[in-house]
């Protein structure tokens, strides 16, 4: 089983959000959206079509918990109820609160760190 495909975003904790994106916007390029991330497109004739999202958070988000890390790293998935099956498997440390949304399912899985690593099956074709 194919297990992740690739990155689906990066997400962290900022004191300022809305002053750290105008930096990277201002300095680096990021196309920074009225909601406050960047989203990098991809896929091409030889590749899926896909995005990866760079979001900041202001220090006080609940997203990350219920790690005390301040980024959370989201995974793009093939199959998300065959992996979180495996991973239970395995022993991981599963967070039981899978949801799926109009851009796909999510679930979470806590790393030997205690790390929060958001999982995310995209709907088909995206």
């Given at each position: 089983?194919?297990?992740v ?16 994106g105008a ?20 896929g ?5 079509p ?5 979001s ?33 498997s ?18 979470w899985v ?6 929060k690593?958001?999982l995310?099956?995209?709907p088909?074709?995206?």
């Open positions: 089983m194919k297990r495909t690739g990155i689906g975003g990066i997400f962290f904790k900022s004191q300022d959000p809305e002053r750290l930096w990277y916007r201002d300095h680096l390029g990021l196309d920074v959206t009225e909601w406050g991330g960047a989203i990098f497109q991809w091409g004739p030889d590749s899926a896909g995005m990866t999202i760079w900041p958070f202001g220090q006080d988000t609940k997203k990350m918990e219920p790690s005390s890390a301040s980024f959370m790293i989201n995974f793009r998935v093939a199959d998300l109820g065959a992996l979180l099956a495996a991973l239970r395995e022993g991981c440390e599963v967070i039981d609160n899978t949801e799926p949304s109009e851009y796909g399912k999510f679930a806590i790393d030997p760190d205690g790390n690593i958001e995310w099956e995209p088909a074709g995206q």
